[in-house]
């Protein structure tokens, strides 16, 4: 395990991969172009004589995950380690719960891994230009947060 030569984090440095065939084997998913990770605390708002003051719902907070890619086919020999966008709106389609990881590679590292749905799928391009998709990763709970360790 590599550690950390500088302290900012590359966009490049971050993946996600998917338990594609639900066997504990992430597949990065190669051609994804962004990757935002949203997360939303509710809020309280205790009114009183002293005034207002703000705290913690206790609830979970609502995570969620939206990612960009090129749509990209993949030949058979080629999708075992691959995720292809048809995949993708499958499990849109289906209600899938995959599994999934949004990582960085060096020890000490963030990774949060969760089980989640696909749910939005939407797919654009014009004719002269590639086209692309984006989905919405919805976790079905808060999954764990760790770091890489050794």
């Known amino acids: 395990m590599s550690t950390r030569a500088v302290d900012t984090v590359r966009g490049i440095e971050t993946t996600l991969a998917v338990d594609k065939a639900d066997n504990d084997t992430f597949v990065v998913i190669k051609c994804a172009t962004q990757i935002n990770w949203s997360s939303d605390k509710a809020m309280l708002e205790a009114n009183c004589h002293g005034g207002k003051e703000m705290r913690p719902s206790g609830d979970d907070a609502v995570k969620s995950m939206t990612i960009n890619g090129q749509v990209k086919e993949y030949s058979t020999a080629d999708l075992a380690t691959n995720v292809s966008s048809y995949e993708i709106e499958t499990w849109h389609n289906a209600g899938t719960l995959k599994t999934w990881k949004y990582a960085r590679p060096h ?8 089980e989640g749905f696909v749910t939005n799928y939407t797919e654009e391009g014009s004719p002269n230009g590639l086209q692309t998709y984006t989905a919405t990763i919805t976790p079905r709970t808060k999954g764990t947060l760790t770091k890489v360790t050794a």
């Open 107 to 114: 020890e000490g590292d963030t990774v949060r891994e969760f």
